[in-house]
């Protein structure tokens, strides 16, 4: 049962391949105003310079790999036999046959899938054996407590992953050169902070590479990790973050520091929450009223549960991964 589970798994992430590429292929076809495609070019060439000299997280993504001939017959095959898979009438039994010949065959050819029936995903948390998560600030208002944040960090050696709005940006760039400096991971959290759900492709990548361009030309640093404002995503939205060379973030544990019930109930929100696991992404902010203060219980709560606290840019996987219904980023070798 185990093996024919096993076998299931690898017929979807096939699907799903495909899936991928079709939309690939149409996304190609359409023509984007902006950013030029040679500056998202140049952009994530410089994101595989300073990943090989240990200095950042990311990776191009695979919709942005050259497929080379031999990777064109081989996605070219995958798509023929999944066809005639479908029109075969015991569909299981066929399936896991010709999966089998394609996992021993084609190894390479099932990379990255975001894609779960038709949805784009975002990753809520990380399936891993390793005994970690990773807490994450959204910087869209206020600064008063960020030095204090950034103490308590420091005090208990722990990395985070700050998701900064354009506008923090702007008016706190010594903050993030700050962020930067105590080796935490720089995310994206759009320009605006606009429901993007709402808006054009164009306008899309614009609230995205917007923000980039200031943070690189700022640090120097090329940042990959998104997380739409509010929370709000649909498929365009997903895709465009990918376009642009992006890991659309979400969580799966919220503290709910913004709403002010006090240190208490983040603390008891995030270490004593049902759905803190291996591979949790946990939501705070740095502008919310208690946030600094129940930060140092938060720490030391998971960290007597024996978590260890990782960045996010640390937690994901890069390549070769697919995604559950639930937004579980799941290692696809």
């Known amino acids: 049962m185990t093996e024919k589970r096993k076998w299931n798994d690898k017929f979807w992430l096939a699907m799903g391949e495909l899936e991928n590429k079709i939309q690939r292929e149409r996304r190609e076809r359409e023509k984007s105003v902006w950013p030029e495609?040679?500056?998202?070019?140049?952009?994530?060439?410089?994101?595989?310079r300073q990943r090989g000299c240990g200095q950042y997280c990311g990776s191009v993504s695979a919709a942005e790999r050259s497929r080379t001939k031999k990777e064109y017959k081989r996605e070219q095959f995958l798509k023929n036999v999944a066809v005639q898979t479908a029109k075969s009438a015991a569909f299981l039994l066929v399936s896991v046959a010709l999966i089998q010949g394609i996992a021993r065959f084609l190894p390479e050819s099932i990379t990255v899938s975001s894609s779960v029936g038709g949805r784009e995903l975002p990753i809520y948390c990380v399936e891993t054996d390793k005994k970690q998560v990773a807490l994450s600030f959204d910087a869209a208002w206020g600064n008063e407590d960020t030095p204090r944040i950034l103490e308590t960090l420091k005090k208990h050696n722990v990395k985070v992953t700050f998701f900064m709005t354009g506008g923090w940006v702007e008016a706190y760039p010594e903050d993030v050169r700050a962020i930067l400096a105590d080796g935490h991971d720089l995310g994206n959290h759009s320009e605006n902070h606009k429901n993007m759900s709402r808006l054009s492709d164009e306008q899309c990548q614009e609230e995205l590479m917007k923000v980039h361009t200031r943070v690189q030309e700022l640090t120097g640093y090329e940042m990959c990790l998104f997380r739409p404002p509010y929370g709000d995503y649909d498929n365009h939205v997903i895709t465009n973050a990918q376009k642009?060379?992006?890991?659309?973030?979400?969580?799966?544990?919220?503290?709910?520091?913004?709403?002010?019930?006090?240190?208490?109930?983040i603390v008891k929100r995030v270490v004593e929450s049902d759905k803190l696991n291996n591979g949790a992404i946990i939501l705070m902010h740095n502008g919310a009223k208690y946030t600094a203060d129940a930060l140092e219980q938060v720490i030391t709560g998971l960290q007597d549960k024996g978590y260890e606290l990782v960045p996010i840019s640390q937690l994901i996987y890069k390549d070769k991964y697919h995604m559950k219904a639930d937004g579980t980023q799941v290692s696809g070798e």
């Open 244 to 265: 642009c060379g992006y890991y659309p973030i979400q969580w799966s544990i919220d503290s709910l520091d913004w709403k002010d019930y006090g240190v208490d109930d």
């Open 37 to 48: 495609p040679e500056k998202v070019e140049a952009w994530n060439e410089e994101r595989q």
